[in-house]
């Protein structure tokens, strides 16, 4: 006797009876689970940017720079501030829109993410123009080592930043077309935890990049 297997494309919107966040007794939920599973996928970055921040701690010193630019030279604390400003503003609206997704409003979704998505672009302007400024002032990534692993540290943050910003796109057309089902759901969900690491990532970037840099 065959037996029909559910392979995750059944895409219900959810019930009246559907419990997707723990009630306050801290039930088992489904939500919980999807989001365990992607915290584990986003360990693997963890390792990425802990490479990164170790490979920048061994050339961010003289003999590396190769007679180029310095830390000092390429990192400017108050324009990463700004950065910063903007980058935990998108995070914020994206929390809104999570708060919204709670209460199933749609528009409210919608507007937030919107708003979330224009700041996070706001966010990479700013960042293509400060590497074009570096590299304009004698500072490309080939010059020494030192402006290598600057250059791929923000660089990788920034590629990921943009890959979050095209998930938020895709998410926008299908809350749209769809509204709330299941796995829009999930995926806004799996989407906040990957937004609002992305800005935890940026407070060790700041810290250790330009905070440091400018010492």
Do not use: C
Request: glycine content about 10%; overall charge neutral.
């Amino acid at each position: 006797m065959s037996t029909t297997r559910d392979w995750g494309l059944h895409d219900p919107v959810p019930g009246p009876g559907t419990k997707l966040w723990a009630e306050p007794n801290h039930e088992h939920d489904m939500m919980s689970t999807r989001l365990l599973g992607f915290w584990l996928y986003m360990l693997s970055d963890s390792l990425v940017f802990a490479a990164l921040f170790t490979a920048y701690e061994v050339l961010s010193f003289p003999m590396s720079f190769n007679g180029g630019p310095t830390p000092r030279d390429v990192a400017s604390p108050i324009y990463g501030y700004g950065e910063t400003i903007v980058l935990f503003a998108s995070v914020f609206a994206y929390g809104m829109a999570m708060v919204n997704l709670k209460a199933a409003k749609v528009r409210g979704v919608m507007a937030w993410l919107t708003v979330s998505l224009a700041i996070g672009l706001v966010f990479i302007g700013m960042e293509v123009s400060e590497l074009h400024g570096i590299a304009a002032a004698g500072g490309p990534a080939q010059r020494s080592g030192f402006l290598s692993i600057f250059w791929t540290v923000v660089a990788v943050h920034g590629l990921h930043l943009a890959i979050g910003l095209l998930w938020m796109f895709v998410m926008l057309v299908q809350v749209a077309r769809k509204g709330f089902t299941l796995l829009v759901t999930y995926r806004l969900a799996n989407l906040k935890v990957y937004w609002v690491y992305q800005g935890l990532i940026w407070t060790f970037v700041y810290t250790f990049v330009y905070l440091r840099g400018s010492i």
